[in-house]
Nanobody, 120 residues
């Protein structure tokens, strides 16, 4: 099994920056796509950014030019660098990992969530 541990959330003023980290551990054979989602109160969970095994990235329109997703395969870790933060970015951020076992079974894993609060 794979476990995801998130860190880096907190309180920041508008215009500031935060970096989220998500480290995967356990019995890892191959990690495919890694991604960050977020969910604000009263809203559905939405995709913020994703990165594939060959480093192709995709972002929500609302964060393009401000957020950057990256991965360190040696550490099995995905990052989300968030710059020029806005109050609208306030949400719980969740890490997502798709993992393939040696037997070619696919499993999806979610982090516990980390709170990001941006004050005006």
């Amino acid at each position: 099994q794979v476990r995801l541990v998130e860190s880096g959330g907190g309180l920041v003023q508008a215009g500031g920056s935060l970096r989220l980290s998500c480290a995967a551990s356990g019995s890892i054979f191959r990690i495919n796509t890694m991604a960050w989602y977020r969910q604000a109160p009263g809203k559905q969970r939405e995709l913020v950014g994703q990165i594939t095994s060959d480093d192709n990235t995709n972002y929500a329109d609302s964060v393009k030019g401000r957020f950057t997703i990256s991965r360190d395969n040696a550490k099995n870790t995905v990052y989300l660098q968030m710059n020029s933060l806005k109050p609208e970015d306030t949400a719980v951020y969740y890490c997502y990992v798709r993992h393939t076992t040696w037997a070619a079974s696919i499993y999806d894993y979610w982090g516990q969530g980390t709170q990001v609060t941006v004050s005006s």
